[in-house]
């Protein structure tokens, strides 16, 4: 119902997110990692504190302030970020999984900076563990667990199909490849879809008027 759509109140709910990108390190002074400001997981804490919940953020590294009111730790690499989404996962309502996470890490980590020397140098990579795949063996039926799902090419099929394998209550699909929308930016266009099929297709807005929209949508149905 619509009108219940436009209340939020999140007094008494443990809101878990994550934001950010990880870093993969390459050797002591590189690494590999994704295009992520951290924005959007932000602006969802600060939104969720400001309508009462009690937020922990787990964040990969940005420039951005720590949101007053907001428990936040600090990881640097994926790995760390599963280990602290799986620490605090039995102690939250909800968990919001904003970051951007490193498909890949490197396979060994070079103890020294690596020299320069051929013309064409190769990393071998590693597949990291899924989180929300890890999350989704280890949640119980009343949590709410919500994706992300960046796209540059068929966002709604693509971005059902992780709904669909992470076993999500809701995947929140973002169109990369519309300008000026979604990564380093301040504002974003997304359609939230839920497991039961449904879709809600939000115009642009800036992310910390967004992050109320989502709260109000992932809550409230
Ligand atoms: N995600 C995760 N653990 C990973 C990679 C991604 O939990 N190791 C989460 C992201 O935080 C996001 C969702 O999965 O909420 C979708 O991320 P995305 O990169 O779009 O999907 P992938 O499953 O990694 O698939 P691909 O990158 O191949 O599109
Ligand atoms: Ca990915």
């Known amino acids: 119902n619509s009108e219940a759509n436009n209340h939020l109140n999140l007094s008494g709910k443990n809101i878990l997110i994550t934001a950010g990108p990880t870093r993969e390190a390459i050797d002591p002074v590189r690494y590999l990692t994704n295009h992520s400001s951290g924005k959007m997981g932000y602006a969802l804490a600060e939104a969720a504190v400001r309508y009462g919940a009690s937020v922990t953020l787990i964040s990969g590294p940005t420039s ?3 949101p007053s009111g907001v428990n936040l730790i ?20 909800l968990l919001i999984k904003a970051a951007a996470v490193a498909d890949y890490r490197p396979k060994k980590v070079a103890e020294h900076k690596i020299k320069k020397h051929d013309d064409s140098l190769t990393i071998e990579l590693q597949k990291n563990t899924d989180i929300l795949t890890e999350v989704s063996k280890h949640r119980s039926a009343k949590q709410i667990i919500v994706g992300f799902a960046a796209e540059s090419e068929n966002l709604l099929v693509n971005a059902k199909k992780k709904l669909q394998t992470k076993k999500l209550d809701f995947i929140i699909a973002n169109d990369i490849s519309k300008s000026n929308s979604g990564f380093d930016v301040d504002y974003n266009q997304v359609i939230i879809c839920n497991k039961d099929g ?18 109000k949508e992932i809550t409230n149905s």
């Open 198 to 215: 449904s879709i809600k297709e939000l115009p642009k807005l800036h992310k910390k008027q967004l992050a109320v929209e989502i709260l």
């Open 74 to 93: 600090k990881v640097t690499n994926a790995q760390e970020m599963l280990d602290a989404v799986l620490q605090e996962l039995s102690n939250s309502d």
């Open 64 to 66: 951005l302030d720590k």
